[in-house]
């Protein structure tokens, strides 16, 4: 949904999250794979997967590169 905001569904609920982080936007490449990465590692570790998937979107755009090297997988 980009800018929409996302969803996220389990059994149980339906979550919806729409928070807007103002930056200059470098490059759009690689931001939906970073979002849906961040979500998934947080919904395995416990974590809020919608705000973690748009932090990491979020990084992803500030960056001329596909992926932020700022993002490390430890």
């Known amino acids: ?7 996220h569904f389990t059994s149980t609920q339906t979550d ?5 982080l103002e930056s200059k936007i470098h ?3 690689g931001a939906g794979d970073a ?3 961040g979500a998934i590692f947080a ?9 973690a ?3 990491l ?8 590169d596909t992926v932020n090297n ?5």
């Open 1 to 7: 949904m980009g800018k929409s905001g996302a969803y």
């Open 16 to 20: 919806f999250y729409h928070k807007i």
């Open 27 to 29: 490059n759009d490449t």
């Open 35 to 37: 979002f849906f990465a």
């Open 43 to 51: 919904e395995i570790n416990g974590i809020n997967p919608l705000k």
């Open 53 to 55: 998937g748009t932090l």
């Open 57 to 64: 979107a979020h990084m992803t755009l500030q960056t001329k």
């Open 70 to 74: 700022k993002i490390k997988s430890s």
